[in-house]
């Protein structure tokens, strides 16, 4: 993967092999994209040192990544194959038919999870408690596209200070507003 968007702790829980990611793989219906194959046998689960996203399609669209799951390394909530299925994770099952085709490998600080398009490679966020948005819709939440790939949503990342920005351009006032938050939790200085 070709991208300055460098992994700050790569593998922080273990590196694994080809024969793990094809284990995994024959859970799934499509064989994983090679971008996030590479991801994993490089990284399993490391920190990008960018880690914010502003959909390109969607200015509203903000988030920073929390998590990236590992496979069959780190503690139970940080595997990718106890938390890849999006009808799992959101107890969706009776939208299975529609969520299988997607796999959970990330997490944001809110809950909403990032998603890789399975047999397509592309990349997603579902949006758990968001009904005003589309292309597809499912009970309290909805999917939308951020990426045309894996190195695309990694190159795509931004660092905190550019996020806060834009998100000052959407929002004005919203950096300062986050400060006072944080203050007063005691989160911030």
């Not at 139970?76 to 490998?105: C, G, I, M, P």
């Not at 300062?176 to 938050?181: E, F, P």
Request: hydrophobic share 35%.
């Amino acid at each position: 993967m070709d991208t300055d968007n460098r992994v700050l702790n790569p593998n922080p829980h273990g590196s694994i092999g080809t024969q793990e990611i094809e284990q995994f793989e024959a859970r799934l219906p499509h064989r994983l994209p090679q971008d996030y194959r590479d991801y994993l046998l490089q990284n399993n689960g490391g920190d990008f040192e960018k880690r914010c996203f502003v959909s390109k399609n969607n200015a509203e669209i903000t988030h920073s990544v929390s998590q990236l799951f590992s496979l069959f390394r780190g503690p139970e909530n940080a595997r990718l194959e106890t938390h890849w299925s999006l009808s799992e994770y959101y107890d969706l099952q009776e939208l299975s038919h529609l969520t299988k085709e997607y796999l959970v490998f990330g997490v944001t600080g809110t809950g909403d999870l990032f998603l890789l398009g399975l047999g397509r490679g592309d990349v997603l966020i579902y949006l758990h408690d968001h009904v005003e948005h589309t292309p597809i819709e499912g009970p309290g939440g909805a999917i939308i596209p951020l990426a045309c790939s894996f190195s695309e949503f990694v190159s795509n990342m931004v660092s905190e200070e550019v996020f806060l920005q834009r998100a000052d351009e959407i929002e004005p006032g919203f950096t300062a507003r986050l400060k006072r938050l944080k203050k007063e939790s005691g989160m911030w200085d």
